[in-house]
């Protein structure tokens, strides 16, 4: 039986990349956050993938007691992380000590974080590969995505719909 699948989202190299979180986070960071928790929760692959939202911990206003928790309040799919370090680290270090590594798929352009991805043999989802997902959902009945970038492999968008699919009922 293979483990389950995880996405790990380096959360505020996404937000920085996004038009409407990157200036949002500069203004409201709470805001920011809570927004763009709700952007992952509704793009969250339909599968049993189970998703990781990492922020750095030093950028919360929090106590420092509270850094490293996992938080689970959005939804059992989404698991909220304020890394005690930094989400860089947190995110190499779990790439690095899982059991299975291709069964990550880590969402970032940070270079640090993609040579470990690589050097492990996870999957690599790029921040703007990223953000353009939902305008790429496979337009029913064509089985056929309308948009699809030309720098990407077949086998990269087959995968990335594959684990961005069609949402079922039961979500």
Known sequence: ????????IDAFNVMF?????GPLLRR???????????????N??????????VFDAHRDRGPSSDTGRQNTDYSASVHVVYARETAD????????????????TVVTSDNAIIA??????????????????????VAPGTGKSADKPEHVSRRELEEWERLFGERRDDD
């Not at 409201?28 to 509704?42: C, H, K, S």
């Open 89 to 104: 680290v947190w995110i190499q270090r779990r790439i690095r000590e899982h059991a299975d590594p291709s069964q990550l």
């Open 17 to 21: 990349a996004h038009a409407r979180f």
């Open 1 to 8: 039986m293979s483990e389950r699948r995880e996405l790990l």
């Open 44 to 53: 969250r692959p339909a599968d049993a993938t189970r998703v990781y939202v």
């Open 116 to 137: 470990t991805v690589r050097a492990h043999g996870s999957r690599l989802l790029r921040v703007s590969q990223f953000l353009q997902l939902p305008r790429r959902r």
């Open 28 to 42: 409201d960071l709470e805001t920011a956050r809570t927004e763009f928790l709700r952007f992952v929760q509704q």
